[in-house]
């Protein structure tokens, strides 16, 4: 079942050059992680901010949960992400810094049944870096077509 629940931001990829990556579990409320297993969540215009040395991730959308009673959750709360905090360290050094930010990548199970997101320091992309991005990506799709009918 681990492996079925995989949302990515697709959005993230594209409008950021991504440098790292790291794995945080998240502090989830009520009938937040059934939603979850039914893939009812939404990373789009997701992005992970500190507040008082936490790290928090903001504009995740977890839709409510159909057969949920009075315990029912908030569909666009801050949620607490549980990272070391040597990494929490090491990420707020960098978005100081460099300028850099920290962009919501994926949410998937992990064995253990946990939720956990991949978040990862990107750069923005500018406009005619994107444009190149689309341009690589076609021609390596041209390549792999080749390839195939050969």
Excluded at 22 to 34: P, S
Excluded at 82 to 101: I, N, Q, V, Y
Excluded at 106 to 123: P, Q, V
Aim: proline letters at 1%.
């Amino acid at each position: 079942m681990a492996d079925k629940i995989n949302i990515r931001n697709k959005k993230a990829y594209h409008n950021y050059e991504i440098l790292e990556k790291y794995v945080a579990g998240i502090q989830l409320q009520g009938t937040e992680i059934k939603s979850i297993r039914m893939g009812k969540v939404s990373l789009g215009e997701s992005y992970c901010l500190f507040e008082n040395k936490e790290l928090y991730v903001r504009g995740m959308q977890i839709s409510d949960y159909a057969w949920g009673s009075f315990n029912k959750h908030i569909p666009g709360r801050d949620r607490k992400l549980l990272m070391t905090r040597h990494e929490l360290k090491k990420l707020k050094r960098k978005t100081r810094e460099s300028g850099l930010t920290i962009a919501c990548l994926k949410l998937f199970l992990s064995d253990s049944g946990y939720a956990k997101l991949e978040i990862g320091l990107a750069r923005g992309k500018r406009e005619f870096d994107k444009r190149e991005t689309i341009k690589r990506k076609d021609a390596q799709r041209q390549l792999d077509r080749l390839k195939k009918i050969k």
